[in-house]
């Protein structure tokens, strides 16, 4: 049973698109993440929401754009896709009020191709 | 804004080698430390934690890591490792209370059998 489930697993378009990726998680978790990972493997935050909060957001281009419907959904959605959004994207979940430094369930991960 | 260094960026050791990769992280208030596993093509899972109490903290399959709170450092150490340990290690730290994570830049470890 699946925890934290991302759709699609890869994800190949053309630059310009636009495109969205969604991220549920069935583990009861109040704090949802998206992270970017690049070809260096380096991950970074995205954004976090607590129950459907924005709590961080950190400096992503606007053309990046999360939208939770409720607390155990989590989706991104990407406008006008650029070369250097290629990446694997990860969403994540924690336990507790803003997750308070809990460990984090990932996702398989989205990888994104732009061509 | 706190970081986290990883000096180790490629590690390649003999099955039934001992590891040791390193973590220093630049933050002097309380932290929370973590080890997280990426196996080839897979998501990343927790090793072990440190939140408090016994600096020496044990973790999943044979894994442990050490809080030395005077060299900012939380260094993941395994006796002998195998083939299957194969996989990217990622240190990261929250301060805190504060939920928002830092991740290192990761140590890729490739064990030859």
């Known amino acids: 049973d699946t925890a934290v489930s991302q759709t699609p697993k890869y994800l190949v378009t053309q630059m310009g698109n636009d495109k969205s990726i969604k991220c549920e998680q069935n583990?009861?978790?109040?704090?949802m993440y998206w992270y970017k990972q690049d070809s260096k493997k380096f991950l970074k935050i995205m954004f976090s929401?607590?129950?459907?909060?924005?709590?961080i957001n950190e400096t992503v281009p606007n053309r990046f754009s999360p939208k939770s419907p409720d607390k155990a959904h989590l989706n991104l959605h990407i406008n006008s896709l650029e070369l250097g959004d290629s990446a694997v994207y990860f969403c994540?979940?924690?336990?507790?009020?803003?997750?308070?430094?809990?460990?984090?369930?990932f996702g398989d991960g989205t990888r994104l191709s732009i061509l | 804004a706190q970081s986290v260094s990883q000096h180790n960026h490629h590690v390649i050791l003999s099955e039934a080698a001992s590891l040791e990769l390193g973590c220093n992280y630049s933050?002097?208030?309380?932290?929370?430390l973590f080890w997280y596993v990426q196996y080839p093509g897979q998501h990343l899972q927790l090793l072990l934690k440190?939140?408090?109490?016994?600096?020496l903290v044990k973790g999943i399959k044979g894994f442990e890591a050490e809080f030395i709170k005077s060299k900012f450092s939380f260094n993941l150490r395994k006796p002998s490792v195998q083939w299957s340990d194969t996989a990217e290690y990622f240190c990261a730290v929250t301060l805190g209370g504060y939920q928002k994570v830092t991740f290192g830049t990761g140590t890729k470890l490739q064990v030859i059998p």
């Open positions: 583990l009861g978790h109040d704090t």
């Open positions: 440190y939140f408090s109490g016994d600096p």
């Open positions: 994540a979940s924690s336990q507790g009020d803003r997750g308070l430094g809990q460990p984090q369930h």
């Open positions: 929401y607590n129950n459907k909060e924005l709590i």
């Open positions: 933050y002097g208030g309380t932290v929370n």
